[in-house]
């Protein structure tokens, strides 16, 4: 059976990818960091089919020790500060693990795999936030980069220190270019399940409003369930390479916003929706568009659910939540 070994696991991309891999009959280890990890112990009894294996991003000793230990043949690095707004309060530790925490997987992997004779494939999780600043609409693998947080600083070192390690020692070393991708599993600081989670507790009468920030960004938003796929494939690939995955369709805060009332057949949004400065950033993103022909010729991926299938699957999954939470029965 294939091995793979992912940082992340407890995050909304390493569940999905486990998944994804535990059905093609990998052996899955999940790194977990730190004393009795609450997300550790909530993906053990979610996914008992992943064996966790401590280490940390910040530690090189305790990632030789975690690759030693599960011998994998792919490693996904999905680890990482990954919040950008927290990126700027704690700037030092984002620079830490999201930038440097992938050299040391690169470097671990080196020493214990990685060469001719046993080449462990390895995937980066590179993001759409190196564009920051978009220099061409929309955005490919050769546009240049220009992030606007310390996250999107972070995210250009460690897609620059992969390219190097590739071209420097032959690593079968790929980044994907992920754009923004969502689902029920996203975290409730990002923007997509926060208002999806609003709506629905407004729409059960359990909360009377939603604070955001900018509601003129827009964000390339698709279903991270079938971007995981995208990692997958890249590491099914003779040659490694960078792969931007997107959907090529753009939408406004806003236009999310609009929608998920909609789906709860809310149409005055503006009476339960107030914006609050706390909720800006220092710099901005406003515009995210991503063009994933490469993949989609080169691997043949493509997305198989849509900004209004997410937005309703999202909705969909936080009333059901929501309202069992409340012992309330679910709207129609
Ligand atoms: P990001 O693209 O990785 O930063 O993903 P987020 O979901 O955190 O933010 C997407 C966009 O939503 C950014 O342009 C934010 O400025 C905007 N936004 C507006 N209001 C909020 C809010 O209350 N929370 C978050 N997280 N983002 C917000």
């Not at 899955?28 to 550790?40: D, E, I, Y």
């Not at 991708?181 to 359990?206: C, D, M, Q, S, Y």
């Not at 950033?281 to 997305?303: M, Y």
Request: with cysteine.
């Amino acid at each position: 059976m294939p091995r793979a070994f992912v940082t992340g696991i407890t995050g909304q991309d390493g569940q999905h990818l486990a998944e994804l891999l535990h059905g093609k009959g990998y052996d899955v280890f999940g790194m977990v960091k730190g004393q009795s990890n609450p997300r550790a112990q909530q993906v053990q009894e979610e996914m008992p089919f992943v064996e966790l294996v401590s280490g940390d991003l910040a530690d090189l000793p305790s990632l030789v020790a975690a690759l030693e230990m599960s011998q994998p043949d792919e490693v996904y690095n999905l680890g990482a500060i990954s919040f950008v707004a927290l990126s700027f309060s704690q700037a030092e530790l984002t620079a830490n693990i999201t930038g440097l925490g992938v050299l040391r997987m690169l470097e671990a992997i080196r020493m214990v795999g990685g060469t001719q004779n046993n080449p462990v494939r390895f995937y980066q999780a590179s993001s759409s936030e190196m564009f920051g600043k978009v220099r061409e609409t929309p955005q490919t693998e050769m546009t240049p980069f220009h992030p606007r947080s310390p996250y999107g600083c972070a995210k250009v070192f460690g897609h620059d220190i992969v390219v190097n390690y590739r071209e420097s020692y032959g690593l079968h070393a790929s980044s994907g270019i992920l754009f923004n991708h969502e689902g029920p599993r996203r975290g409730i600081e990002f923007v997509t399940r926060k208002v999806t989670n609003a709506v629905a507790r407004i729409k059960l009468g359990l909360q009377h409003e939603l604070v955001l920030g900018n509601l003129e960004s827009k964000r390339d938003w698709g279903y991270a369930g079938d971007y995981v796929r995208a990692m997958w494939m890249m590491l099914q690939q003779d040659e490694p390479g960078d792969y931007v995955v997107a959907t090529g369709e753009t939408h406004s805060i806003e236009e999310l916003v609009t929608r998920a009332f909609a789906e709860v057949g809310i149409d005055n949004w503006g009476d339960y929706v107030r914006q609050d400065p706390k909720f800006f950033r220092p710099a901005e993103v406003d515009l995210l568009i991503g063009d994933a022909s490469r993949a989609r010729e080169q691997l043949g991926w493509r997305p198989e659910v849509d900004f209004g299938q997410l937005v309703k699957m999202m909705v969909t999954h936080d009333l059901e939540h929501e309202a069992n939470k409340a012992g309330l029965a679910v709207p129609d």
